[in-house]
T-cell receptor, first 114, second 111 residues
Framework: DSGVTQTPKHLITATGQRVTLRCSPR?????VYWYQQSLDQGLQFLIQ???????AKGNILERFSAQQFPDLHSELNLSSLELGDSALYFC?????????????FGSGTQLSVL | QKEVEQDPGPLSVPEGAIVSLNCTYS??????FMWYRQYSRKGPELLMY????GNKEDGRFTAQVDKSSKYISLFIRDSQPSDSATYLC???????????FGQGTRLTINP
């Protein structure tokens, strides 16, 4: 167990809908990362937060947004969902930010858009 | 062209065999190199990391980096069925604040 908790584990929804994925980092970790994993694209970095502030952005669509709350948990909001958004979404946390930080991944949320 | 290329496999070998997993990368700015292991329905977990060219050994696992040819390898000796998983290479560069992953290689060790 990595100590990173993601809910829900599975999510089935329809095109055009909006969903929220939740992540609780390991106790004491200030940095939260969101990744998307699909069969054709692999594991893609979406966005990173550190102590409530956005610190890095990857290939995140404008339809997607995230935030990190004062208690350090994070939420990833996906709106106007499309079939291609179906993927496994991972949250990871680390103690600090910067190079060579060890990331601890949650078990992911499997999103299916029908 | 992807920044990190990795053959997705699948790769199937008998128990006890030596396994070689490889990645290539295109950007010489990448400085840190990691291998993650991902079991089915689980998140990736860090297996090994290295900074410099050369070899780094940890038990049955050896990570090798050749910066001159932009080539990363992971060797698994005396492979076990419990090593069956997807192995992802990852790299990071100064100031990027993110890991770039390879596609992952699905490995099966047959008893």
């Amino acid at each position: 167990d990595s100590g990173v908790t993601q809910t829900p584990k599975h999510l089935i929804t329809a095109t055009g809908q909006r969903v929220t994925l939740r992540c609780s980092p390991r106790s004491g970790d200030l940095s939260v990362y969101w990744y998307q994993q699909s069969l054709d694209q692999g594991l893609q970095f979406l966005i990173q937060y550190y102590n409530g502030e956005e610190r890095a952005k990857g290939n995140i669509l404008e339809r997607f947004s995230a935030q990190q709350f004062p208690d350090l948990h994070s939420e990833l909001n996906l709106s106007s969902l499309e079939l291609g958004d179906s993927a496994l979404y991972f949250c990871a946390s680390s103690t600090r930010q910067g190079l060579n930080e060890k990331l601890f991944f949650g078990s992911g949320t499997q999103l299916s858009v029908l | 062209q992807k920044e990190v290329e990795q053959d997705p496999g699948p790769l199937s070998v008998p128990e006890g065999a030596i396994v070689s997993l490889n990645c290539t990368y295109s950007n010489s700015a990448f400085q840190y190199f990691m291998w993650y292991r991902q079991y089915s329905r689980k998140g990736p977990e860090l297996l090994m990391y290295t900074y410099s060219s050369g070899n780094k050994e940890d038990g049955r696992f050896t990570a090798q980096v050749d910066k001159s040819s932009k080539y990363i390898s992971l060797f698994i000796r005396d492979s076990q069925p419990s090593d069956s998983a997807t192995y992802l290479c990852a790299t990071e560069k100064q100031g990027a604040q993110k890991l770039v992953f390879g596609q992952g290689t699905r490995l099966t060790i047959n008893p």
